[in-house]
């Protein structure tokens, strides 16, 4: 199979998949302390392990435009976080003062940075993990409607969603160019669905833990 042929496939395996991860993620009644700023914390974590991932992966990737999409998505990520800490900041959070690393790095992370090759974190980070974002944030963007925080829903619809979009098409496009022969696209089906499982779980623990659903992706 061609590459560009493996990604619409693959695409179309994880579409089901993000579907119901959104719809998890959005399921039930909200509990009434789930607020906005609570969840906007929760995005500076996300914000913070996509901008280090990014970075940590540009350092000894070899391809040159995976390593410069890499760098792109570092300065995009670190650049949400900062919108969020200023949104949070206009919302009377002191964001200054939060560090998102308090409670320790996800499983996700982890296994993102164990990951080495290309394929794996072009279909593991850029794919799987902003088609995760995307889906994520579509939510958290109606539920702030649904509490009448138009401003916050328009940062993430108008500044934050737009890059999330073009991280997930950069994968999409760096996978058509790399994933070309049957182990690569092995390596690359494998590292997308660990990622969204992994996405799965911790957002399954953070719901029966803190009662936290409808939170930002990255
Ligand atoms: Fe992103
Ligand atoms: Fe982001």
């Not at 969020?84 to 320790?104: M, S, T, W, Y």
């Not at 996800?106 to 850029?126: C, D, M, V, W």
Request: charged share 30%.
């Amino acid at each position: 199979m061609r590459g560009d042929e493996f990604v619409s496939q693959l695409h179309q395996e994880i579409e089901e998949r993000l579907e119901h991860l959104g719809r998890l993620s959005g399921a039930g009644e909200a509990p009434v302390d789930l607020t906005i700023e609570r969840l906007l914390i929760v995005a500076l974590k996300n914000e913070l392990e996509a901008t280090e991932v990014a970075a940590i992966w540009m350092t000894d990737t070899q391809e040159l435009d995976v390593k410069l999409s890499l760098a792109r998505q570092v300065g995009d990520e670190a650049k949400h976080y900062r919108a969020v800490c200023d949104r949070l900041k206009e919302l009377g959070n002191d964001a200054d003062l939060i560090d998102p690393r308090q409670n320790g790095y996800s499983p996700l992370f982890h296994y993102l940075i164990g990951l080495k090759g290309t394929i794996q974190r072009i279909a593991a980070g850029q794919f799987a993990r902003e088609g995760v974002a995307l889906v994520r944030n579509q939510c958290f963007i109606e539920y702030c409607e649904s509490l009448g925080d138009i401003q916050t829903a328009a940062l993430y619809r108008d500044v934050i969603q737009p890059d999330e979009r073009h991280h997930h098409e950069l994968g999409r496009k760096l996978l058509a160019r790399y994933a070309e022969d049957p182990l690569a696209q092995s390596e690359a089906r494998q590292a997308a669905s660990r990622t969204i499982e992994l996405a799965e779980e911790i957002q399954e623990m953070a719901r029966l833990k803190a009662g936290v659903s409808r939170a930002p992706g990255c």
